[in-house]
């Protein structure tokens, strides 16, 4: 079993970067492939990057391509998301994900084992 726990949420002016960070628990880190999702008010959780145990392989959703970088740093069992030119759209409450199964990253939420609690992150003017 692993624990995570997401931080580096918080309010932001459109344009302005973020970087997120989950740190992980319990198990070794490096075994999970990893996600990050995120859920806004009145809306499902969706896939926003994943990368896998290595960190070579990663992939995004089209909304965020190009603006967001998933990486992870296994000797400190951390996964980071690094956003860029944010979007009033991309105001919701984040989630990374462990998959302790699968060696690919998956979009798929129902693929993914264990969460963090979430960090809010709020792009407004």
């Known amino acids: 079993q692993v624990q995570l726990a997401e931080s580096g949420g918080g309010l932001v002016q459109p344009g302005d970067s973020l970087r997120l960070s989950c740190a992980a628990s319990?198990?070794?880190?490096?075994?999970?492939?990893m996600g990050w999702f995120r859920q806004a008010p009145g809306k499902e959780r969706e896939f926003v990057a994943a990368i896998d145990r290595s960190g070579g392989n990663s992939f995004y959703a089209d909304s965020v391509k190009g603006r967001f970088t998933v990486s992870r740093d296994n000797a400190k069992s951390t996964v980071y998301l690094q956003m860029n030119s944010l979007k009033a759209e991309d105001t919701a409450v984040y989630y990374c994900?462990?998959?302790?199964?699968?060696?690919?990253?998956?979009?798929?939420?129902?693929?993914?084992?264990?969460w963090g609690k979430g960090t809010q992150v709020t792009v407004s003017s």
């Open positions: 994900g462990a998959d302790r199964l699968r060696s690919r990253p998956s979009r798929l939420t129902n693929e993914y084992d264990y």
């Open positions: 319990g198990r070794t880190f490096s075994g999970y492939v």
